[in-house]
């Protein structure tokens, strides 16, 4: 039987049966839910934006139309490995009144997350943050499955 946390907010049963895209940043692989991905992207040209946030890569335009691009490593409060990863993709998402697009080194595969290879996001160790709705493990190898709808929560 899955452990529920205290609160909503790492809610295991959203998880069990959904497909979710895993993809890697700094090195730690995470995934997010297909359903909250309207498309992927080969990395656009992102233009800098002047005094914005650090989680804020910058704009690009996507068929004319003006998205911002959030970098997942900022977002998540990843370290920044050594190397600097050249190309990557962009993950567009629907926020409701608008598509951002989420930059990541790569995008690994699509699995569907079974109730058996779900754990706690604590087994992290510590209190998880918000975005951390569990780890997977559906192939042995952890992933980090995010919530969708806390992701941007707070980054203005």
């Known amino acids: 039987m899955l452990a529920q946390s205290p609160d909503d907010t790492h809610d295991l049963s959203r ?10 940043a700094a090195g730690e692989v995470c995934a997010l839910p297909v359903h909250a991905i309207s498309e992927i992207l080969r990395r656009p040209k992102i233009t800098p934006v002047p005094r914005a946030g650090k989680a804020i890569a910058g704009i690009a335009s996507v ?7 959030f970098d997942l490593v900022e977002v998540i409060d990843l370290p920044r490995p050594a ?13 409701g009144n608008e598509k951002v697009g989420l930059l990541v080194d790569s995008v690994i595969e699509v699995v ?22 569990a780890v997977a493990r559906p192939k042995g190898s952890p992933i980090i499955l995010l919530n969708e709808r806390l992701l941007f929560e707070g980054i203005s």
């Open 15 to 24: 998880a069990i049966g959904v497909d979710y895209l895993v993809l890697r």
């Open 63 to 69: 068929r004319g139309a003006v998205v911002t691009v």
């Open 83 to 95: 190397t600097k990863v050249t190309g990557g993709r962009v993950l567009l998402i629907d926020r």
């Open 112 to 133: 569907r997350i079974e109730k058996d290879s779900l754990e706690h996001a604590s087994v992290l160790g510590g209190e998880p943050a918000p975005h951390v709705l």
